[in-house]
Nanobody
Framework: QVQLVESGGGLVQAGGSLRLSCAASGGTFSTYVIGWFRQAPGKEREFVARISWSGGNTNYADSVKGRFTISRDNAKNTVYLQMNSLKPEDTAAYYC????????????????WGKGTLVTVSS
């Protein structure tokens, strides 16, 4: 079983950048696909990005393509989400999640979740 802890959230002005981290423990990190999700107040949770076991495959929600970059360092058991050109609509709690499968179900089937980190983008 893997435990996930997010960090790096905070308050940033529109157009700014933040880098989120997802640190994992308790499992073999390189066997997990890691995803990032977010949930804004009053809205459903939505998929943001995911990365495959070695980092060779990634995909993104259309709303963040070209602005966000997901990466991983298996030696550090950590996945990163670099967020650039932030917009007020990016304001949300951001969560990382893990599962062992790379499949078409990017929105569900995630086995482990962190508790989230809050990102607030001011206009």
């Amino acid at each position: 079983q893997v435990q996930l802890v997010e960090s790096g959230g905070g308050l940033v002005q529109a157009g700014g950048s933040l880098r989120l981290s997802c640190a994992a423990s308790g499992g073999t990190f390189s066997t997990y696909v890691i995803g990032w999700f977010r949930q804004a107040p009053g809205k459903e949770r939505e998929f943001v990005a995911r990365i495959s076991w070695s980092g060779g495959n990634t995909n993104y929600a259309d709303s963040v393509k070209g602005r966000f970059t997901i990466s991983r360092d298996n030696a550090k058991n950590t996945v990163y989400l670099q967020m650039n050109s932030l917009k007020p609509e990016d304001t949300a709690a951001y969560y990382c999640a893990a599962k062992t499968r790379w499949d078409t179900a990017q929105d569900y089937g995630w086995d482990y979740w962190g508790k989230g980190t809050l990102v607030t983008v001011s206009s």
